[in-house]
């Protein structure tokens, strides 16, 4: 196996949709896998709400997916 299926769900809350609210689902092993696991939680309470939310990323095992720093929300604030 070298690439698995990491599903998510997301939705903006709070005033104008100021963040995202994330769930970490599960990683699966084929993106068939991730699709029917997508299926099921599209019938769940909350869930069901929120149908766009989900996503579905392939990822390589051993390999990093962010190679560089950072800086926090208010550092961006003050550059704008």
């Known amino acids: 196996m070298k690439f698995v299926y990491l599903v998510e769900h997301s939705y903006e809350v709070g005033e104008d949709g100021a963040y995202d609210e994330i769930k970490f689902i599960g990683?699966?092993?084929t993106r068939e896998k991730a699709e029917q696991v997508v299926e099921?939680?599209?019938k769940l309470p909350g869930f069901r709400d929120y149908l766009e939310g989900f996503h579905i990323g392939k990822h390589e095992i051993d390999?990093?997916?962010?190679?560089?720093?950072f800086i926090k929300w208010a550092e961006a604030n003050e550059a704008e």
């Open 27 to 29: 990683v699966y092993s």
């Open 63 to 69: 390999k990093d997916n962010w190679n560089e720093g």
């Open 40 to 42: 099921k939680y599209k």
